[in-house]
């Protein structure tokens, strides 16, 4: 089979609407929270190519791996050697180290500041139960262990994100208060996080309840500059929620090339917002956010083929996920 770039014959037609950010930032995350949900153990290269490719793609922030123990992810048990593999690569070379890397805690510190990172991410919870089951600590105790983290990593002069999950919905206990969430969030920020990520974890959000969670951040102190918006789209609902962000002022949007990553508490859960998903409905708005969409889809019509399965993204499929180019 003779592989080509894809054909970027159909663009959407640019049509600003007024109300809506001149320029948002696209935070990539699919090497990171993307590939961890992935079975079978992706080797080291194609992890390293996948994230050179989307930084040559424009995005200009991507989140590579996370220090977490292996024994919870062996996906990114090679955090180290990918960081030191993206180093010697003559493009990225020492701006490898300015990729945001996730923290669970202390010791995911101790190991991104061995390395050199000057970018960190912490990962906490909006209900007592994700909280139980994802930190073993209760909402509460989660500052606790958060806090040296933020503190360390500030004193080292790291940027820190917060994120924050089941910020619209938790599959144990249904819909989550939003005081509960602007709550959570506001500690995180406190800790001295400079941005919170509001994750809508198994993509229940829709447009109206975006708006009310924003507003209610902005009433509490924390305007749409802070935040960022992170959707999965398992009921479809993930572009329109961007589409009701962009309105309130958000942005910061979190995407994964090709629409990787999943949630795994929700069966019918298909995933994050693909990034050519979200870069589409940019384009179409008239909202500038530099990544070039031709390679962008070529990269996640590549990685796809190097998992075996077609690409979620609808875009992707859409420009010819079938006809990837495969790496130089």
């Known amino acids: 089979m003779t592989h080509r770039e894809p054909a970027i014959g159909a663009l959407p037609m640019r049509v600003p609407a007024p109300g809506l950010p001149e320029r948002v930032t696209i935070y990539e995350v699919g090497p990171r929270d993307g590939l961890q949900n992935e079975q079978a153990l992706v080797p080291l290269e194609t992890k390293a190519t996948f994230v050179r490719r989307l930084v040559a793609a424009g995005l200009p922030v991507v989140e590579a ?29 020492d701006r490898a180290r300015d990729l945001p890397v996730l923290v669970p805690n202390e010791r995911g510190l101790d190991r991104a500041l061995e390395l050199g ?50 910020c619209f919905g938790d599959p144990w206990e249904g819909p989550v208060p939003i005081e509960q969430v602007v709550t959570a969030g506001r500690q995180l920020l406190d800790l001295g996080a400079s941005q919170l990520s509001l994750g809508d974890t198994i993509g229940v959000g829709t447009a109206g309840h975006v708006t009310a969670l924003v507003e209610a951040f902005a009433e509490a102190g924390v305007g749409p500059e802070r935040l960022a918006l992170h959707f999965h789209d398992t009921y479809g609902q993930a572009l329109s929620n961007v589409q009701a962000g962009l309105r309130a002022g958000v942005t910061t949007y979190d995407a994964s090339a090709g629409g990787l990553g999943g949630c795994p508490y929700a069966v019918s859960a298909t995933g994050n917002l693909a990034t050519e998903d979200l870069v589409w409905l940019l384009d179409g708005l008239g909202v500038e956010h530099g990544v070039d969409l031709g390679a962008l889809v ?12 077609p690409s979620p993204s609808a875009v992707v499929r859409a420009l010819g996920a079938d006809r990837a180019q495969s790496p130089a």
């Open 117 to 166: 990172m000057r970018h960190v991410a912490i990962f906490g919870s909006a209900t007592e139960t994700f909280a139980a089951k994802n930190l073993n600590r209760t909402l509460a105790s989660q500052m606790e262990m958060f806090e040296p983290t933020v503190a360390r990593a500030r004193e080292a002069g790291l940027d820190v994100r917060a994120y924050v999950s089941m």
């Open 298 to 309: 070529a990269t996640s019509a590549w990685m796809a083929g190097e998992l075996g399965r």
């Open 65 to 93: 791996t996370s220090f977490v123990h292996p024994k919870w992810v062996p996906q990114l048990a090679d955090a180290a050697d990918l960081v030191a593999l993206l180093e010697t690569d003559d493009q990225l070379g």
